[in-house]
């Protein structure tokens, strides 16, 4: 069965500064998808960011990127220009290809610091 | 357009009564899934279906827990007797299935369920 790790449960990060969270996978397969999801107070799941494991180049969206390292397994996400409502619980997700099951990691709780 | 809607927002009850979580997912969406959140476990998936059929059951707990989906509309998520250890917030998502590019899940806002 596939997993996902964060191994950082808790993260700060001031104001207009950059923070990384890290993610890691397990899985046989070669086709799949990951993501990562926020989730501020408010409780609503909100997609961030996605990435298909055949496409070599990161994605990214705005002030979020993704460092894909598909040999080591990786998937860490990149907050650039921290705002405050950047503020929440970040869930990195696996979805292998074909299947619809989506599997979550722990989540990271981050916080930007005025 | 409507995003995935669920009720009760809260929902307050004592051990062994019934509990029933409704959710009505995106419309043209073929695939709704049911998650639970709880600080130990996380986000599990209970169970999802695709085209109102469930496919995958496994998540579900035990016998206590059922879900339905009579229409591509509606779907619920039945506690029957409900425990204390069923306190949790739980999530509906839809999503467009296989038939999407990536399958990208759209959460509605929960449901927390407390049991007393």
């Known amino acids: 069965a596939q997993t996902v790790t964060q191994s950082q449960p808790e993260m700060s990060v001031q104001e207009a500064e950059t923070v990384t969270l890290s993610c890691t996978y397990d899985?046989?397969?070669?086709?799949?998808?990951l993501f990562w999801y926020k989730q501020p107070p408010s409780r609503q799941m909100i997609l961030v960011i996605r990435q298909e494991a055949y496409k070599q180049q990161n994605a990214t969206e705005n002030r979020f990127s993704v460092n894909f390292q598909k040999a080591a397994k990786s998937f860490s996400l990149k907050i650039s220009d921290s705002q405050l409502g950047d503020t929440a619980m970040y869930f990195c997700a696996f979805r292998q290809g074909g299947s619809e099951k989506l599997v979550f990691g722990k989540g990271t709780k981050l916080t930007v610091n005025p | 357009d409507a995003g995935v809607i669920q009720s009760p927002r809260h929902e307050v009850t004592e051990m062994g009564q019934e509990v029933t979580l409704r959710c009505k997912p995106i419309?043209?969406?073929?695939?709704l899934f049911w998650y639970r959140q709880t600080m130990m476990r996380g986000l599990e998936l209970l169970i999802y279906?695709?085209?109102?059929?469930?496919?995958?059951d496994s998540g579900m707990p035990e016998d206590r827990f059922s879900a339905k989906m009579p229409n591509a509309s509606f779907s619920t998520l039945k506690i029957q007797p409900s425990e204390p250890r069923d306190s949790a917030v739980y999530f509906c998502?839809?999503?467009?299935?296989?038939?999407?590019?990536?399958?990208?899940?759209?959460f509605g806002e929960g449901s927390r369920l407390t049991v007393l």
């Open positions: 899985t046989s397969e070669s086709n799949y998808y």
């Open positions: 998502a839809s999503s467009l299935g296989t038939g999407g590019l990536t399958g990208e899940l759209f």
């Open positions: 419309s043209g969406h073929n695939s």
């Open positions: 279906f695709n085209n109102n059929v469930p496919i995958d």
